[in-house]
């Protein structure tokens, strides 16, 4: 009997540690993904269902709770900026000459006819996926863990997600995005990892969008995890004005 109340215990504390651990994953690949600042440089490839390329360069900027990130190139799109404050978003597009406030159901939206949503941009770039996401450890395999994310506010545009996190790393391999009627919306993949200023990073990101074929493809060009910034480029004035 003492036996096997210890092994009842024992389970109890395993399923209790089980449950407790996706938590902490996610906790992790959170600090591993994000730091107190961040510049990044990126060349961006959409890629349409036929094969056809565009390119462009975006850079970003990111410290705590703001993010901002410009358009460099091509000239079509250079100057365009988006902003993120806390819980509010901003978009500056240089042919209206004016800064359009983003409504909290926009952000499911395509951000600039990518792959990616203005949500996708925020967790990516500076939130993380906790503050969003109730996790679910579903699986422990020798290289990656197996989470199930689901969001802890109706108002996100996926009914749930389901990423591989490397165990070694602790930062994300692949996230299946499902969409609210349980359909595969997209899939990201992460690749070619690299160490950069003690930290782990991913240097190239796949999105791809099951339901449309299309594919955008992010390729660090430069990553800074100590930038000197100003405080004002988190701004609506800066935004518009780029300076």
């Known amino acids: 009997m003492k036996r096997l109340l210890i092994l009842g215990l024992l389970v109890a504390l395993a399923s209790s540690a089980a449950g407790a651990s996706g938590e902490e994953i996610l906790a992790r690949l959170d600090e591993t993904m994000q730091s107190n ?3 990044v440089v990126q ?3 959409l890629v349409s269902a036929k094969g056809q390329e565009r390119t462009r360069q975006v850079q970003m900027w990111s410290k705590t709770d703001r993010m901002l990130v410009r358009f460099l190139a091509p000239a079509d799109v250079a100057g365009t900026g988006l902003l993120s404050v806390g819980d509010d978003m901003w978009l500056y597009l240089p042919a209206l000459g004016r800064v359009r406030r983003i409504a909290g159901h926009a952000k499911k939206g395509s951000f600039m006819g990518t792959d990616l949503s203005y949500e996708d941009m925020e967790e990516f770039g500076k ?3 906790a503050a969003a996401y109730s996790p679910e ?3 422990m395999e020798e290289e990656f863990y197996l989470l199930r994310l689901t969001p802890r506010s109706q108002d996100r545009g996926y009914q ?3 990423m591989k996190v490397c165990r070694e790393r602790f930062l994300p391999l692949r996230i299946e995005y499902y969409a609210p009627d349980g359909s595969l919306a997209k899939v990201l993949t992460t690749m070619d990892f690299q160490e950069v200023q003690g930290r782990p990073t991913a240097s190239k990101l796949i999105v791809e969008d099951v339901a449309k074929g299309s594919k955008t493809i992010l390729e660090q060009l430069q990553v ?3 930038p000197d910034m100003d ?3 988190f701004s609506t ?3 518009e004005r780029g300076r």
């Open 37 to 39: 600042s961040r510049e």
């Open 43 to 45: 060349k961006m490839t």
């Open 127 to 129: 939130t993380g996926f």
């Open 137 to 139: 450890l579903i699986k």
């Open 160 to 162: 749930y997600l389901e």
């Open 224 to 226: 800074d995890f100590e």
């Open 231 to 233: 405080e004002e480029i």
């Open 237 to 239: 004035r800066y935004l």
